[in-house]
């Protein structure tokens, strides 16, 4: 059987670490079977060329932060490597990431060599560290307007990105959402001897949260939370996994409050860590004010890890408040939440397991990854159709 053949193109990737990184992954590597993909991104470190044992990674141009030369950069030297390998490699389809930080280079490679185009739209078209669609600067929304309606198909992740394409092209841009998936692993140790090899006392109530520690995450919140509950009781300890431009503020906010025996910053965590802390933990929060979709909600989900998450269109949209997980609004209504439900211990299991039915149903990368396998290929097919009956009219003709 015939590999159909994907060019990807994505404005970030690993050595890169967040959902959209993550979801790219998943994705070509499940359906490394049924389908050969060549993937370029921008060089964040990493050998410029890589097979990983599932697909082939392109790193083409070093990064910038400056917004208007990015979008020029990322696109000159997507689509000069896409055209190189293009001629070489055939593909059947062009998959990219964001609209604007890729769709520029897969617009331009489609009309040229006449392949389909599917966009993933993941945040806000921009890819910007923004938690609206009105704080994208106004200048770019007629060019990503113009870049959608070029796609063979758009594809949403989540409600908050189905309000965006909406809004872009004002109800007429047609799409298909497919909901990211999440998994993990457990550590299998016991949870006695993980506690004492991290030095966490028996006895303490664990509540664990990791991510980028950027603003829009507003882990001042959840230490804020802490400080309060710590006003009531010493039996916790919270513990903030991850790294990023936040995490000198935090540990000033942390020593202010003199929390240091109650909250750790721990830092960038790898998976063999993020298993460990899994395992110990008996609930995973998050007061982030905005996620694209929620990978991280989802891996909770997978880990049987009780959720507690603020308030927002994705925590709404993948939480049923009280069934599968717990919203709140703010680090008062947390602090309480987290001294009232976390010895309930009842409770907290009917939490895990409904969060993990969640993940079993819904919200797992099997389901990602079948969904764009049938949606890639009705796209390749519905073109070859398009294109022999464009033909066939030329013929007549």
């Not at 796609?151 to 007429?172: E, N, R, T, Y």
């Amino acid at each position: 059987m015939k590999k159909e053949r994907i060019l990807a193109i994505i404005p970030t990737y690993y050595p890169q670490c967040g959902g959209a990184e993550k979801a790219a992954y998943e994705l070509y590597a499940g359906i490394s079977k049924e389908c050969h993909v060549d993937l370029l991104c921008p060089d964040y470190g990493g050998k410029k060329e890589e097979f990983n044992g599932f697909f082939k990674i392109h790193r083409v141009c070093k990064t910038t932060k400056n917004l208007p030369f990015k979008v020029i950069k990322y696109q000159l030297f997507q689509f000069l490597k896409g055209c190189s390998l293009m001629r070489k490699e055939k593909y059947d389809l062009i998959h990219c990431h964001y609209t604007l930080l890729s769709g520029i280079a897969g617009v331009l490679l489609k009309k040229r060599f006449k392949v389909p185009l599917v966009i993933t739209e993941n945040h806000f078209g921009s890819g910007l560290e923004i938690c609206r669609e009105e704080d994208n600067p106004r200048f770019l929304l007629p060019i990503m307007r113009s870049i959608a309606k070029n796609a063979d198909l758009l594809v949403s992740i989540s409600k908050s990105q189905d309000m965006f394409l909406d809004s872009l092209g004002k109800g007429k841009l047609r799409y298909e959402t497919i909901h990211l998936g999440g998994d993990c692993k457990v550590s299998g140790v016991s949870k006695e001897k993980l506690q004492k090899s991290l030095k966490i006392p028996a006895g303490k109530k664990i509540i664990f949260s990791v991510s980028r520690l950027v603003k829009r995450k507003n882990y001042d919140e959840l230490i804020r939370a802490a400080n309060e509950v710590c006003k009531r009781r010493k039996d916790f300890v919270f513990l903030i996994g991850g790294k990023g431009p936040e995490f000198d503020t935090l540990a000033e906010l942390i020593k202010k409050y003199d929390l240091e025996d109650h909250v750790k910053l721990l830092g960038f965590l790898y998976e063999s860590d993020l298993e460990k802390y899994r395992k110990i933990s008996d609930v995973f929060v998050s007061t982030s004010d905005y996620e694209g979709a929620g990978v991280i909600y989802f891996e909770a989900f997978a880990a049987k890890m009780p959720l507690f998450a603020k308030r927002n269109e994705a925590s709404e949209e993948a939480i049923s408040d009280g069934r599968n997980g717990k919203l709140f609004d703010n680090y008062h209504e947390l602090a309480r939440m987290l001294t009232t439900y976390l010895d309930d211990k009842k409770k907290m299991e009917s939490l895990s397991k409904n969060g993990y039915k969640s993940f079993c149903d819904e919200y797992n990368w099997k389901r990602y990854c079948d969904s764009y396998k049938k949606a890639f290929a009705r796209t390749i097919e519905t073109c070859k159709k398009k294109d022999k009956a464009e033909k066939d009219t030329v013929k007549r003709r």
